[in-house]
C-alpha cells in the first residue's frame, strides 16, 4: 500500500495566512507618493499643458484653438531660422573645441609626472560651480569695450580696443570664449574620472608593441574614453540647444541677432510679446530636435555591437 504524503497548507510552513504573500503592503507607495505628487504637478502637467498650448493662438487676449499653425508658422519665421543657425553654429564650432581641450585637460591632469593634481582639478572645476548670470556678468564687465579688463591689457601691447559684445562677429567669439571657460573643466573631471579606469597594463602592451605616445592615445586612451566621450558630447548637445543664460546676460541676442539662440527667442515670444502658444510650438521643435541629434550620436558614439 502505497502512503500518500498530505500537502501542506498554504502558509503552513512560513506561519503567514493563506494570500498574505499576495497582498501589496500600501507603506512603500505612501513613502514614493509626494515625489510622484511633485513630479506630476512641476513637470508632467506643464508638459501637457504646454503642448496645448501650441495648439492655441491668443487673439484679443482670448485663446482660440489653431492646430497646427504655430508649427506652420516656425517653417517660414525668419527669426526662428536665424535662431537655429546661430545655435548649430555654436554647436558645431564651440563643443568639438570644448570636448578636445577638455580631453586634453584630463589626459595632462592624469599624468604621473603632474604634482599637485588635485589642486589643479579642483581648479578648473571652479568655473563650473559658479553661477550663469554671475559668471555671465563678470564676462559683461571685462568684455566691456570701453572699460574691460581685456581691452585695457590689450592696449598695453599696443592694440586697439575691441568690440567684443557689440560687433556680431566678436559677439559670437565672446559667447564661445565664455562658454569654453565655464564648462570645459567640468568635462574634463568626467572624463579624467573614465580615464582613470582604464587598466595601465594596456598602455605597457602598447608600449611592447613598439606605440609611442600618439599611438597609445590613439589606440589606447579613445577607445577607453568612448563612453565618456559620448556622454559628454550628448550633455553638451542638449546644453547648447537649450542655450538661454550667457547669450541673454551678454548680448541680449544682438547685435543684430548675431547671438540670438531658439532659448532666447523663446523667451521672447513668451514673456516679451506674450505669445505663448508659439513660444510652446518653439519648446517642442526643440525637445524634438534633441531627440534627434541624440539618438544620431549615441548611433555614431555608441557601442558597436
Request: hydrophobic share 50%; aromatic share 12%.
Amino acid at each position: 500500500m502505497t502512503a500518500t504524503l498530505a500537502r501542506p497548507r498554504e502558509g503552513a510552513a512560513t506561519g503567514r495566512r493563506p494570500g498574505a504573500a499576495r497582498r501589496r503592503r500600501p507603506a512603500p507607495y505612501l513613502f514614493v507618493l509626494p515625489a510622484l505628487l511633485l513630479f506630476g504637478v512641476f513637470k508632467i502637467y506643464p508638459i501637457c499643458w504646454s503642448f496645448l498650448l501650441s495648439l492655441h493662438r491668443t487673439v484679443d487676449g482670448k485663446e482660440q484653438f489653431a492646430g497646427a499653425d504655430n508649427y506652420t508658422r516656425l517653417l517660414h519665421d525668419p527669426l526662428f531660422w536665424t535662431a537655429l543657425k546661430n545655435t548649430g553654429a555654436i554647436l558645431a564650432v564651440q563643443v568639438p573645441v570644448m570636448l578636445a581641450l577638455a580631453t586634453g585637460l584630463a589626459v595632462s591632469l592624469n599624468s604621473r609626472l603632474l604634482r599637485g593634481r588635485s589642486v589643479f582639478r579642483m581648479g578648473f572645476f571652479l568655473p563650473m560651480v559658479t553661477g550663469l548670470v554671475a559668471y555671465g556678468i563678470i564676462f559683461s564687465v571685462l568684455l566691456n569695450k570701453d572699460y574691460g579688463l581685456v581691452n585695457w591689457v590689450l592696449g598695453l601691447f599696443g592694440a586697439g580696443p575691441v568690440p567684443w559684445l557689440t560687433d556680431p562677429l566678436w559677439a559670437k567669439v565672446s559667447l564661445g570664449l565664455a562658454l569654453t571657460w565655464h564648462y570645459t573643466g567640468y568635462n574634463a573631471v568626467i572624463l579624467l574620472a573614465r580615464l582613470q579606469t582604464i587598466p595601465g597594463e594596456l598602455y605597457d602592451a602598447a608600449a611592447v608593441d613598439g606605440a609611442g605616445a600618439w599611438g597609445a592615445f590613439r589606440h589606447v586612451t579613445l577607445p577607453g574614453l568612448r563612453p565618456a566621450l559620448l556622454l559628454t558630447t550628448v550633455m553638451s548637445t542638449i546644453g547648447t540647444l537649450q542655450l538661454f543664460d550667457e547669450p541673454f546676460i551678454l548680448t541680449g541676442g544682438g547685435p543684430d541677432n548675431a547671438t540670438l539662440t531658439i532659448g532666447v527667442y523663446l523667451y521672447q515670444n513668451a514673456f516679451k510679446y506674450f505669445d505663448f502658444g508659439y513660444a510652446s510650438a518653439i519648446a517642442y521643435a526643440l525637445a524634438v530636435l534633441i531627440a534627434v541629434l541624440g539618438l544620431i550620436q549615441f548611433k555614431a558614439l555608441g557601442d558597436e555591437k
